[in-house]
C-alpha cells in the first residue's frame, strides 16, 4: 500500500492542549476510547483503528482543520469565531464553559469622558475586540497580548479582553467584568474535505454518535420501580422518560415494573412523587452510553 493511500485511511485527530485535554481524554475514555502518553509527548496512542492523534494548542486545532491536515478535533468554539475559519461543527460537548469578557479596573467605564484619550485594549482575541470596540462605538487602540493579559491594567490598558470561566483571575486583579463578548465551549469540529470523503465521513460521524451518547447518559439516570396495578398509570405519568417507559409484569403478576431513563436533574421532584403515587422498591442507576 502506498503511503498516500495510507495517509488517505488514516483519521486524523487533533487533541487540545491545556486546560481542555483531561476533560475531552475522559469524554473519550467514558466511549470506550483509550488515549495512552507515548514517548512522542505530542502523539499518543489512541484505540480506534486506523488513527492517529496529535495534541496542539486550539488555534492550531482550528487551523489545521481548515487546512483538512487534520480531520477531526476538539477545539474551543471561541477560536473559530476569532480565526473566522471554515470548519464543520459536529458537537456542543458543553465541557470548558468560558465567556469571553471585556474587562477593566472598577469604575473605569463610569468615568470615559475623563480619560481624555483613546482607550487601549490589550488582548489576544483581536477580531473579536475590534468587532466589540466597533459595537460599543469606543474611541480606542488595539494592543496584541500574548497570554497573562489580566496584568496589563492599568499601567499597560486600560481595558482588557480575555476569557474566563470564573471571573476569579479578573478580581484578583482589581479588574471587573463590564461586557460579555462571546460566550465558548469545547465543540467537536471536522475538517470540511473530511467530510467529504465517504469513509472519513462515515468514521468521523461514528465518532460522533459515540461522544454523544456518553453526553446525553451524563444527564440521565436509569430510575427503576415497582407500582401496583391501580396506580400504574399514575406512576408512568410521573417519569419523563426520553419516548415511552418500559413496563414489564412482576413474577407473580403482583404488579409491574417501570423503567426509564430520566434528567438527573429531576430525581428530586420525581422520586417523592413516585412514592407518593405508590410506587414501591425505587432503584436509581447510573447510564454509560444513551443511543436512541
Same mark, same amino acid.
Given at each position: 500500500?502506498? /503511503?498516500?493511500?495510507?495517509?488517505?485511511?488514516?483519521?486524523?485527530?487533533?487533541?487540545?492542549?491545556?486546560?481542555? /485535554?483531561?476533560?475531552?481524554?475522559?469524554? $473519550?475514555?467514558?466511549?470506550?476510547?483509550?488515549?495512552?502518553?507515548?514517548?512522542?509527548?505530542?502523539?499518543?496512542?489512541?484505540?480506534?483503528?486506523?488513527?492517529?492523534?496529535?495534541?496542539?494548542?486550539?488555534?492550531?486545532? !482550528?487551523?489545521?482543520? &481548515?487546512?483538512?491536515?487534520? =480531520? *477531526?478535533?476538539?477545539?474551543?468554539?471561541?477560536?473559530?469565531? &476569532?480565526?473566522?475559519?471554515?470548519? *464543520?461543527?459536529?458537537?456542543?460537548?458543553?465541557?470548558?464553559?468560558?465567556?469571553? !469578557?471585556? %474587562?477593566?479596573?472598577?469604575?473605569?467605564?463610569?468615568?470615559?469622558?475623563? @480619560?481624555?484619550?483613546?482607550?487601549?485594549?490589550?488582548?489576544?482575541?483581536?477580531?473579536?475586540?475590534? %468587532?466589540?470596540?466597533?459595537?460599543?462605538?469606543? =474611541?480606542?487602540?488595539?494592543?496584541?497580548?500574548?497570554?497573562?493579559?489580566?496584568?496589563?491594567?492599568?499601567?499597560?490598558? =486600560?481595558?482588557?479582553? =480575555?476569557?474566563?470561566?470564573?471571573?476569579?483571575?479578573?478580581?484578583?486583579?482589581?479588574?471587573? #467584568?463590564?461586557?460579555?463578548?462571546?460566550?465558548?465551549?469545547?465543540?467537536?469540529?471536522?475538517?470540511? /474535505?473530511?467530510? /467529504?470523503?465517504?469513509?472519513?465521513?462515515?468514521?468521523?460521524?461514528?465518532?460522533?454518535?459515540?461522544?454523544?451518547?456518553?453526553?446525553?447518559?451524563?444527564?440521565?439516570?436509569?430510575?427503576?420501580?415497582?407500582?401496583?396495578?391501580?396506580? $400504574?398509570?399514575? *406512576?408512568?405519568?410521573? $417519569?419523563?422518560?426520553?419516548? &415511552? +417507559?418500559?413496563? +414489564?409484569?412482576?413474577?407473580?403478576?403482583?404488579?409491574?415494573?417501570?423503567?426509564?431513563?430520566?434528567?438527573?436533574?429531576?430525581?428530586?421532584? #420525581? @422520586?417523592?412523587?413516585?412514592?407518593?403515587?405508590?410506587?414501591?422498591?425505587?432503584?436509581?442507576?447510573?447510564?454509560?452510553?444513551?443511543?436512541?
Amino acid at each position: 500500500m502506498s /503511503q498516500e493511500s495510507t495517509d488517505n485511511d488514516t483519521l486524523r485527530l487533533a487533541l487540545p492542549k491545556g486546560r481542555m /485535554q483531561d476533560a475531552v481524554i475522559l469524554l $473519550l475514555a467514558d466511549a470506550g476510547i483509550r488515549v495512552t502518553p507515548t514517548a512522542r509527548g505530542y502523539r499518543p496512542a489512541v484505540s480506534l483503528p486506523n488513527c492517529e492523534a496529535k495534541i496542539l494548542k486550539h488555534q492550531n486545532i !482550528v487551523e489545521m482543520l &481548515e487546512l483538512g491536515s487534520r =480531520d *477531526v478535533g476538539f477545539a474551543g468554539a471561541d477560536w473559530v469565531e &476569532e480565526l473566522g475559519v471554515e470548519v *464543520v461543527e459536529l458537537l456542543d460537548t458543553e465541557l470548558d464553559p468560558v465567556s469571553v !469578557v471585556a %474587562a477593566a479596573p472598577t469604575g473605569l467605564f463610569d468615568r470615559l469622558d475623563e @480619560i481624555g484619550r483613546p482607550l487601549v485594549v490589550a488582548s489576544e482575541y483581536e477580531t473579536l475586540t475590534k %468587532a466589540w470596540i466597533a459595537r460599543r462605538n469606543l =474611541d480606542a487602540e488595539f494592543v496584541r497580548s500574548f497570554g497573562a493579559t489580566e496584568v496589563f491594567p492599568p499601567e499597560d490598558a =486600560d481595558v482588557i479582553v =480575555d476569557n474566563t470561566a470564573t471571573g476569579s483571575t479578573l478580581r484578583a486583579n482589581d479588574l471587573e #467584568i463590564v461586557d460579555t463578548v462571546f460566550t465558548s465551549s469545547t465543540r467537536l469540529y471536522a475538517s470540511p /474535505q473530511a467530510m /467529504q470523503n465517504d469513509a472519513k465521513r462515515e468514521r468521523i460521524e461514528d465518532l460522533h454518535l459515540l461522544l454523544r451518547s456518553v453526553l446525553d447518559a451524563r444527564k440521565r439516570v436509569m430510575i427503576e420501580v415497582n407500582a401496583p396495578e391501580d396506580r $400504574l398509570k399514575e *406512576v408512568v405519568a410521573l $417519569l419523563p422518560c426520553m419516548r &415511552e +417507559a418500559t413496563v +414489564a409484569p412482576l413474577f407473580g403478576n403482583s404488579g409491574y415494573a417501570v423503567k426509564a431513563a430520566v434528567l438527573r436533574e429531576k430525581l428530586h421532584e #420525581i @422520586i417523592p412523587a413516585i412514592k407518593a403515587a405508590g410506587g414501591t422498591d425505587v432503584a436509581v442507576t447510573a447510564i454509560s452510553q444513551i443511543i436512541p
